[in-house]
Structure formats: structure tokens, C-alpha cells
């Protein structure tokens, strides 16, 4: 009997999980923070400009940030311009970005606090 209920609950789970597929991925994720767009596409064009705006930062990410900007700007100049930024996911109260660029496309994760300041930004490669 009870490899019956097993899967009777695995048929049924599997066919509730496709029945709301459609509407999950119609519906765009909401925002943890309204202002993130903005917020991660200046800092970006900034350092690719060879101008990192710090001011878009709280105090302990730009003191964070600024030992490594030659690097991050260096590999950052090699992307190219940016091409569009699309927000894709909110995970753990930070927004996701899908950012392309002429040569790369990469996966942004951008935190902001209440007074509109980054706190936590760091991207990698898009697959």
C-alpha cells in the first residue's frame, strides 16, 4: 500500500509543479530594490570608463572594492560596451542581472540598503 501513496503523491506533485511552470515563468520576478537597475548600470559604465563612482557604494564596499578595481576594470574593459542589462531573479533580498556585453555576457548579484547604496555587488560568467 504504501508504494502505491508513494507514487500517487510523486505523479500528482510532479504534474502540480508543471501545471504552474507556465505562470512562474510568464510573471517577472519582482525586485528586492527599485533602484538596483539604475544603481548597477552606473557603476558598471563607470568602470568601464575608468570612473567608479564610490559614492553608489556604502563606505565598507567601497573600501572593499577599490584595492581590486584595477583588475575588476581591467577585465571589465575587455567585456566592451554594455548591451543590456536584464533583471532575472531576487535571491536573498539581492537582485540578479544578466548583463551583455560586446564580448561576454555575466551574471550580476547586486545588494542595495535603505539609503540606496550598494552594499553588495559581484558578478561571474553567464553560461
Known sequence: ???????????FGSTAAVAQEPAVAATAPARAHAASETLLRRWIEGAIAGQPDYGLLSTSL????????????????????????????????ADIY???FATANTRWTVAVNEQGLITGLRFRPEN
Open 62 to 93: 567601497a573600501d572593499a572594492v577599490r584595492p581590486q578595481m584595477g583588475a575588476m576594470q581591467g577585465l571589465m574593459q575587455r567585456f566592451g560596451a554594455l548591451q543590456s542589462l536584464e533583471h532575472v531573479a531576487v535571491e536573498n533580498g
Open 1 to 11: 500500500m504504501k508504494p502505491l501513496i508513494l507514487a500517487l503523491l510523486l505523479v
Open 98 to 100: 544578466v548583463a551583455r
